[in-house]
């Protein structure tokens, strides 16, 4: 099974996946697409079995979608997210006002109509009211042309403020970021990857269905 896995971070929704894998009794190969190179040979180091592209995760998906069979994208959230309209003000430590990213949507609208397998487009609950309907779990949004189950995850965290905030979220996503050398903040990394367990859940719940109709039946949006 050939797993398209963009703006792939250090793969906190890819990290289970193996254990998915071995339970079903087939073979994964993931292509993780991440822009920060760091972050590149940061998930390469942890899944050295994937293939790390450096590149734009959403030209890659236009060039090579028909590739693959299912699809998980993450495209940044801080454009539509409720902290970033709540912090836009005067101050240096304040947010500028800006057009929420419409990549997010142009993805979900392409997979809706040529991807032929399945797909997940994750991200954090916007400000606004979604333009497209999506399956809320917790604090996030899922599109996916695949129903969810209505828990993701039993895991929950308290991730307190400063240094406690950023070393429990290491410790929740089982990450090091010791070793990060990039120019994003260290905090904001651990703060936007997906709980594993909800990556684990959701891949197991495509791959019933992909099991069940044997690639070539979904059921879109229920």
């Given at each position: 099974m050939k797993i398209l896995n963009l703006?792939?971070?250090?793969?906190?929704?890819?990290?289970?996946?193996d254990e998915v894998a071995k339970e079903a009794g087939i073979e994964l190969q993931?292509?993780?697409?991440?822009?920060?190179?760091?972050?590149?040979?940061m998930y390469q180091e942890r899944f050295?079995?994937?293939?790390?592209?450096?590149?734009?995760?959403?030209?890659?998906?236009?060039?090579?979608?028909?590739?693959?069979?299912?699809?998980?994208?993450?495209p940044p959230c801080p454009?539509?997210?409720?902290?970033?309209?709540?912090?836009?003000?005067?101050?240096?430590r304040q947010s500028k006002a800006s057009y929420p990213d419409m990549k997010l949507y142009q993805e979900i609208i392409?997979?809706?109509?040529?991807?032929?397998?399945?797909?997940?487009?994750?991200?954090?609950?916007?400000?606004?009211?979604?333009?497209?309907e999506p399956k809320k779990r917790?604090?996030?949004?899922?599109?996916?042309?695949?129903?969810?189950?209505?828990?993701?995850?039993?895991?929950?965290?308290?991730?307190g403020t400063g240094v406690n905030e950023f070393n429990n979220l290491c410790d929740f996503h089982q990450i090091d970021l010791s070793s990060y050398k990039g120019t994003q903040r260290k905090d904001k990394?651990?703060?936007?990857?997906?709980?594993?367990?909800?990556?684990?859940?959701?891949l197991e719940t495509a791959l019933g269905i992909i099991r069940k109709s044997n690639v070539n039946q979904t059921e879109l949006f229920q």
């Open positions: 703006y792939s971070c250090l793969g906190g929704n890819r990290y289970k996946w993931v292509t993780a697409v991440e822009l920060d190179p760091e972050l590149a040979r050295p079995n994937d293939i790390v592209v450096v590149a734009d995760a959403h030209q890659y998906l236009l060039d090579h979608y028909k590739e693959f069979d299912f699809a998980w994208s993450s454009t539509h997210s409720r902290l970033r309209k709540t912090n836009t003000g005067e101050g240096e392409f997979l809706e109509h040529f991807f032929k397998g399945m797909f997940c487009v994750e991200n954090v609950i916007s400000y606004y009211n979604p333009l497209i917790k604090r996030h949004y899922y599109w996916t042309n695949f129903n969810l189950p209505n828990v993701l995850t039993d895991r929950d965290i308290k991730v990394i651990a703060r936007n990857l997906v709980d594993y367990e909800a990556g684990r859940t959701i």
